[in-house]
């Protein structure tokens, strides 16, 4: 292979070493272009590189990344905080800094009307004077009819995008969410838009919690066919506890530059006039040194703990991966000595 490296108006290289742009196997046609047969060396290369950082903790350059979440859980929030992040090239929530770059927002499951209400909101919140967004509102647009899909894609390409928000996979098509024989088309064309290095995030929702259900949170959460998850190159699961306003980005999948089980805390508050994101760091955590220090000498069992904090519950979480996540918390509380703990069965008991 000969690679020409391509990049984005950014200056992101691409994710893979391919040739030109109309050589790329993902978009060929034929079976033998589609499907190369590669040496090691040639596979290593293409495969192997080091992942690039679109969005340093949360986007890979050149990716198809997946926003999964129930309902009113914040997806096209965080696609627009996304789309802030890439267009502003600045700091945002206090946690996400993007490269800059030219964005364009694909809204499939609301009104403009509804965008632009969702949009000035966040944009007050974050104290935003303009974001710099370029805006498709396409409920009707079919992604997979042949006019819908060329249209879509000419006007990604033509504009030079660097990061496309797509909010809606369901409402994006007429494709049967639970066949993997349709869903597979979409998302292979979604896939194809990363060519070149420019990275594409998809809103989804997660099915519903069965009881017992031991992957509750992991890739089989999303609602839908097998292959929705099977082709992104990455996965966050969104919850948003609607109480304590704490709002939780979990990874589940990545292409290695960023770890999976990653879990970012943020605060996501609004009222009628505004949507604040800030850096929440772990509400949780701070909510356990606040019941330890309180519990004086005697301190509290991890039962007890669990407990108190269940108001910290996200939605769909069973109580085994909350208990899991109440000691993530933990440990590095004892690990810097501010907790004490004797072992299992014993309690916890605040120092300082």
Not at 76 to 95: E, H, N, P, R
Not at 208 to 224: I, V
Not at 313 to 337: H, I, M, N, W, Y
Request: hydrophobic letters at 35%.
């Amino acid at each position: 292979m000969n690679p020409e490296v391509k990049t984005t108006s950014s200056g992101l290289e691409p994710d893979l070493v391919l040739p030109a742009l109309e050589n790329d196997p993902r978009l060929a046609t034929s079976l033998p272009d589609r499907f190369p047969t590669l040496s090691e060396r040639d596979f290593l290369a293409a495969y192997a590189r080091p992942v690039q950082l679109l969005i340093p903790g949360l986007i890979e350059a050149g990716s198809l990344t997946l926003f999964s979440a129930p309902p009113n859980n914040g997806k096209t929030g965080l696609l627009f905080l996304c789309g802030i992040t890439v267009a502003t090239g600045k700091q945002v929530a206090g946690t996400f800094t993007g490269k800059q770059g030219k964005v364009l927002f694909a809204g499939f499951e609301a009104s403009g009307y509804q965008y632009a209400k969702h949009h000035e909101r966040l944009r007050k919140g974050l104290g935003l004077k303009e974001i710099g967004i370029d805006f498709q509102i396409g409920p009707g647009l079919d992604l997979m009819s042949k006019d819908g899909w060329d249209y879509f894609e000419e006007t990604v390409r033509k504009g030079g995008y660097d990061l496309v928000l797509i909010d809606g996979l369901k409402a994006a098509s007429t494709a049967e969410e639970n066949s993997n024989t349709e869903m597979d088309k979409l998302m292979t064309r979604l896939l194809s838009l990363t060519v070149g290095g420019r990275s594409v995030i998809v809103s989804h929702h997660m099915a519903k919690p069965k009881q017992d259900d031991r992957d509750s949170d992991g890739l089989g959460a999303s609602r839908g066919a097998s292959c929705i998850t099977a082709r992104c190159d990455a996965v966050w699961h969104l919850t948003l506890n609607q109480q304590t306003r704490a709002w939780s980005l979990r990874c589940r999948k990545s292409r290695g530059a960023i770890p999976d089980r990653l879990e970012h805390q943020l605060r996501y508050d609004w009222d009628d006039s505004a949507i604040r994101v800030t850096n929440g760091g772990s509400v949780l955590g701070e909510f356990l040194c606040s019941a330890l220090a309180n519990a004086g000498a005697d301190g509290l069992k991890r039962g007890k703990l669990i407990e108190l904090a269940a108001s910290f519950k996200l939605t769909g979480e069973t109580d085994d991966t909350f208990g899991q996540r109440v000691d993530r918390e933990l440990a590095p509380l004892k690990d810097s000595g501010r907790v004490r703990h004797d072992g299992q069965g014993k309690s916890y008991i605040w120092v300082h």
